[in-house]
């Protein structure tokens, strides 16, 4: 079993920042790509950046050069950097990791809001 832990959420004003942290642990034998997704009621989850075991890193267009995501590969933690946040970027952020399957954490809230 693999358990995976999201930690950082929060209300922020816009233009503000917050660090998300997402945590895998468990029976990890080789851990590849790690990721973030988002979802908002009444839509789908969506992508918002993923980095694989070479750290090798994709955004959805939306976040680029304003989220940075990066990993710790001995502590199998990957971290998402999100910096001049808009109220569209409100959502539950879900972390994703691929350990044979994909494995969902229990999603975090951001919220951006004055």
């Known amino acids: 079993q693999v358990q995976v832990v999201e930690s950082g959420g929060g209300l922020v004003q816009p233009g503000g920042s917050l660090r998300l942290s997402c945590a895998a642990s468990?029976?990890?034998?080789?851990?590849?790509?790690m990721g973030w997704y988002r979802q908002v009621p009444g839509k789908e989850r969506e992508l918002v950046a993923t980095i694989n075991s070479d750290d090798y890193t994709n955004y959805a267009d939306s976040v680029k050069g304003r989220f940075t995501i990066s990993r710790d590969h001995p502590k199998n933690t990957v971290y998402l950097q999100m910096n001049n946040l808009k109220p569209e970027d409100t959502a539950v952020y879900y972390c994703n990791v691929m350990v044979g399957r994909g494995y969902w954490g229990q999603g975090t809230q951001v919220t951006v809001s004055s």
């Open positions: 468990g029976s990890i034998f080789r851990l590849a790509a």
